[in-house]
C-alpha cells in the first residue's frame, strides 16, 4: 500500500482532517478534496490547532510540500498532545504522481461576479434565515446541507458561482461541484463583501 493510499484510507476515517499548511494561494491553486487551509507559522499555530481538534474530537492529516515545514508542524502539535495520523511533505505534484486526486476550484471577486453575471449562475448556499437579508439578483437557493440532492440538476455546460456569507461555505460547496466534473468558482468574501461594495441585493425573496 502506498503513502497516498494510507492517508486516503485514514482521511475516509470518521472524525479526520486534513490541514493543508501550505500558503493560501498555494491551497487556492490545487489540494485535496476537502482539506482545510490552515497556514504554518511558529507562532500560535500549533495552539489553535490544536484547541480546535481537541473540541470537535478530530484525528488530522498534515499536507504540505516542505519537509523542514511539515515536520516543524507535526512537532509543534505533538509538544500539545496532538499527533498527527500521516504527514505529507510531497506537494499536490507527489500526490498525483502517485495516485491521488487534486481539487482546484476558481476564486472569484465580488466586482468581477458583479460585471460577469450574465456570465455565471450564482447559486447562494447559505441557510434560509440567511436569505431573508439578502440574495445576488437571479442566484438561485440552495443550502449547502442539501447541495449533494442536486448535483444531477447542475448543468456541465454552465459556470456556477457559489456565493455564502464570508467565502468559507462556498469554498465546499465549490469543490464538491469540482469533484463532479462541473465548473464551479467561489466568491471571496461573499455576501458581506458584496453587500459592503454597493452591489445590488434583491430583499425578501
Not at 441557510?127 to 449533494?148: D, N
Not at 462556498?170 to 469533484?179: D, I, M, N, R, W
Amino acid at each position: 500500500m502506498s503513502q497516498v493510499q494510507r492517508i486516503l484510507g485514514a482521511i475516509q476515517s470518521r472524525g479526520t482532517v486534513v490541514l493543508d499548511i501550505r500558503s493560501q494561494a498555494a491551497y487556492n491553486q490545487g489540494h485535496v478534496a476537502g482539506a482545510i487551509s490552515a497556514p504554518f507559522n511558529p507562532s500560535r499555530w500549533a495552539h489553535a490547532v490544536a484547541d480546535w481538534l481537541k473540541q470537535n474530537d478530530a484525528e488530522v492529516v498534515l499536507f504540505g510540500d516542505d519537509t523542514g515545514v511539515a515536520q516543524a508542524a507535526a512537532q509543534a502539535l505533538q509538544q500539545l498532545g496532538v499527533v498527527a495520523q500521516a504527514v505529507w511533505d510531497g506537494g499536490p505534484e507527489r500526490w498525483q504522481a502517485e495516485g491521488g486526486t487534486i481539487i482546484a476550484v476558481d476564486q472569484i471577486t465580488v466586482d468581477h461576479l458583479r460585471q460577469n453575471l450574465d456570465d455565471f449562475v450564482v447559486v447562494d448556499v447559505r441557510e434560509p434565515y440567511e436569505w431573508r437579508q439578502g440574495i445576488i439578483p437571479g442566484a438561485q437557493k440552495i443550502p449547502l446541507s442539501q447541495l449533494s440532492q442536486y448535483l444531477s440538476e447542475f448543468d456541465r455546460e454552465q459556470r456556477y458561482a457559489l456565493v455564502c456569507a464570508h467565502g468559507h461555505r462556498s469554498q465546499t460547496a465549490a469543490e464538491v461541484l469540482a469533484q463532479h466534473g462541473l465548473s464551479a468558482a467561489s466568491v471571496v468574501g461573499g455576501m458581506a463583501l458584496w453587500v459592503q461594495s454597493g452591489h445590488p441585493i434583491d430583499v425578501g425573496t
